[in-house]
């Protein structure tokens, strides 16, 4: 737990005063990457998965424009930004619900669809949100052991029982960087019963660059149990402002809706987002930098003898030899000290691994230095 939320378990269920309900004891508080290096000094971010590319011109001009009418309530139905999401995917607005994040819309779906007694599957190094969202809503995580950090629709399948609701796969997956082709989706949804609830979550399908992947909207658009979730943080480099979306059959937007909070994104998203998403040219120069830059920190990382699993996203994981994680802490810590702050997976089960986002040239080019210095190579 970070230091907000640590408090003793004991002083927590003290009978004179109210009590959390079952289960939210037992969740694990997710903890964000670090922000800053030692001593507070941070020269380069690259724990989050920021895009190194700022946020678009056009978003900030529509931010400007906004902020002068902040005693103003936005639209609660985000009529304008569903309707450019929609135009831009070629997807029938009706059919798209926004949240604070794409973490509010992967909580509503929990929330709306599971209860005491359910379950709700992810794989073993999926996003950490899926747990706490099960969780709060409840329901039993179960979790499907992966094979070569992948998501493996077969061991998924295995678990799948009559209490199973829910599966959250995330397409590609943090923090591994690995996909799943779109035929092994196709065939996990195949083999899910009807009324089980299959979830993906394509926050860095921008990133993506093979023929055998698709973010799962045409899955969306045909099924009545497949649904998609997007987000504004990653490529559209509005981290701050909390923005993501949602698309997926008719009844589940219309369950959605009934629990999404009247104004649950503020007008600065809304209007940031819709400039964001018309600005193609940002989009695809963000595209071509981690185009550029994903393969030479894989390959510069490897020289150094360091095994990064294969990524399509904009970010890498990076492995160290060891098996304690000892090695890994200590790069980190490294790292750290000279004001470049990575993201340690050790809450994700890999605690022998650093997961890098891909920044500028010249935080790409730092990081490597310091690690080539690290492991006496330079």
Known sequence: MNEM?????????????????????????????????SHGKTLHKLSSNETPLGTSPAAREAIETVARKLELYPDGAATELRAAIGDIYGLNPDRIICGAGSDEVLSMLAYGYLA??????????????????????????????????????????ARVSDKTKMVFIANPNNPTGTYLPFEEVRRLHENLPSHVLLVLDAAYGEYVRRNDYESGI???????????????????????????????????IDALNRIRGPFNISGVAIAAGIASVQDRDFVNRSVEHNDQWLPWVTAELEKLGLTVTPSVGNFVLVHFPDEDGKRAKDADAYLLERGCVLRMVGNYGLPNSIRMTIGSEEANRTVVAHLADFLGQA
């Open 5 to 37: 939320t640590t408090v003793k378990q004991a002083d927590v269920l003290r009978s004179d005063r109210p009590q959390p309900k079952p289960g939210v004891l037992d969740i694990a508080a997710y903890v964000p990457g670090k922000s800053k290096g």
């Open 116 to 157: 005491p007694g359910d379950e709700a599957i992810y794989s073993e190094h999926g996003f950490l949100v899926y747990d706490i969202a099960i969780r709060a809503a409840g329901a039993t995580p179960i979790i499907a052991p992966e094979k070569n950090l992948t998501t493996d629709v077969d061991a998924i399948l």
């Open 218 to 252: 045409e899955l969306a658009a045909t099924s009545e149990n497949v649904f998609m979730t997007r987000t504004f943080s990653k490529i559209y480099g509005l981290a701050n402002l909390r923005l993501g979306w949602g698309f997926g059959p008719a009844h589940v």
